[in-house]
């Protein structure tokens, strides 16, 4: 990381960071020292300053790298700068960690799209002997927005240092009791509504949300790129709304990704990578708002071109399923909600496991919208079944069983 740090503070960024770039030193005669592992061919590289601004060696939009450890921004053919590298790097730590890329596919374009949208397996699930810092870590580097990343080499090396040296606490993953996803937890309040605090769009699965303070920062900054239609103003009103999301605005948010949508759409294409992604993040903050009709109108649209995209059976598509059966029962449709879920059940439990955190969410809503259906005696029954793989999973005082088991009490009291 010290080889980066340096390439960065002279302003050049590499752009192609990978495996077969990297040489071990096996002489003492550098100041380094023996072992040192140095980055070399710089064929590709470009200037800091002149890849954040756009002005690159290349045509902008020209694809220049190695898929399998591409950045989201170089993958679009957008500028690319030291958070790229960044982002390359924890591509390859990945690697070393579990032995696999953190994306793989035998079509190169569809690498690309998984770098772009899909969340990486944390490093702890293939690894359940790694730090929990470590995996952390890697997936800060492997976040999808640039700026969530590791603010430099520097800092990451320092993290790395620190883990070597034993000065973190080395919590380690645990395969009893596995951590929520990112995207919905293991067991949501009870209730029709329950499901608002689990949404969280796909392309933040695994990636850190900025602190309080941070965020008020970030709001106060405008958006000042020039030219109303340039990809770096439109990508620069995207990264001031999902601020404005992150911090807790969804109504602001709305509005921001509201009036960004047509213009992504004009620039881009209704498919396009950059417009999935506004309209995905535009219906989940009218699903913050409580304005669940509407949310569950936009992931309905929005399905058919995720699937052409990312193919039936991805965990984009699967989520936004989930997603929109929770909108449409916060509208009200719970009967619809219950039929959407019992189908998705399977589907999640094929893609994602049975004891995904994301399938037992599914079940525990599919149970209490078919209470509220009017089904009392069947949503004890889904609630019963799904009780049991809960203290299976958690053990009989987890909170997340307390809760199903108190839900099971109450629709068997209402079914008697």
Request: glycine share 12%; aromatic share 4%.
């Amino acid at each position: 990381m010290r080889r980066t740090g340096r390439g960065a503070h002279l302003g050049v960024v590499h752009r192609d960071v990978k495996p077969g770039n990297l040489m071990v030193t096996a002489s003492g005669g550098d100041p380094d020292g023996e072992g040192t592992v140095k980055i070399l061919d710089f064929g590709i590289a470009g200037l800091h300053g002149a890849a954040a601004h756009g002005r690159r060696p290349a045509r902008t939009g020209d694809v220049f790298g190695t898929p399998l450890y591409m950045s989201p921004e170089q993958a679009q053919g957008l500028p690319v700068g030291v958070a790229g590298d960044l982002y390359s790097f924890g591509t390859i730590l990945y690697r070393m960690l579990t032995g696999e890329p953190p994306f793989h596919a035998e079509d190169v374009l569809a690498v690309l799209r998984m770098h772009i949208h899909e969340a990486p397996r944390p490093p702890h699930r293939l690894r359940p002997d790694l730090p929990m810092e470590l995996s952390d870590l890697v997936l800060e580097l492997l976040a999808k927005d640039p700026w969530r990343r590791p603010r430099d080499a520097a800092q990451v090396g320092a993290r790395l240092a620190a883990l070597l040296a034993g000065t973190g606490t080395a919590r380690r993953a645990t395969v009893a009791t596995p951590p929520p996803a990112a995207t919905v937890p293991a067991a949501p309040p009870p209730g029709p509504l329950g499901h608002r605090a689990l949404e969280q769009g796909p392309v933040d699965i695994g990636e850190r949300a900025a602190s309080g303070g941070a965020a008020a920062d970030a709001l106060a900054e405008p958006v000042d790129v020039p030219g109303e239609d340039l990809p770096e103003t439109l990508r620069a009103r995207r990264g001031q709304a999902l601020r404005w999301d992150r911090a807790g605005a969804p109504e602001r948010a709305v509005e921001l990704f509201g009036g960004l949508l047509p213009d992504v759409e004009r620039l881009y294409g209704p498919r396009h990578p950059e417009t999935l992604t506004v309209r995905h993040h535009l219906a989940v903050n009218m699903s913050r708002c409580g304005r669940h009709a509407e949310a569950a109108r936009l992931r309905a649209a929005l399905l058919p071109d995720l699937t052409a995209a990312y193919g039936e059976g991805s965990e984009r598509v699967l989520l936004t399923r989930l997603h929109l059966a929770f909108d449409v029962g916060g509208a009200g449709h719970h009967r619809r909600a219950a039929v959407l879920l019992g189908e998705l059940v399977g589907d999640l439990s094929r893609a994602l496991g049975p004891d995904d955190p994301n399938t037992l969410a599914a079940r525990h809503h599919r149970a209490a919208h078919t209470g509220h259906a009017g089904d009392p005696a069947g949503a004890a029954r889904q609630y019963h079944d799904l009780l049991a793989d809960q203290v299976r999973l958690y053990g009989s005082e987890d909170a997340r069983t307390a809760r199903a088991r108190d839900r099971l009490a109450h629709w068997w009291e209402r079914a008697h």
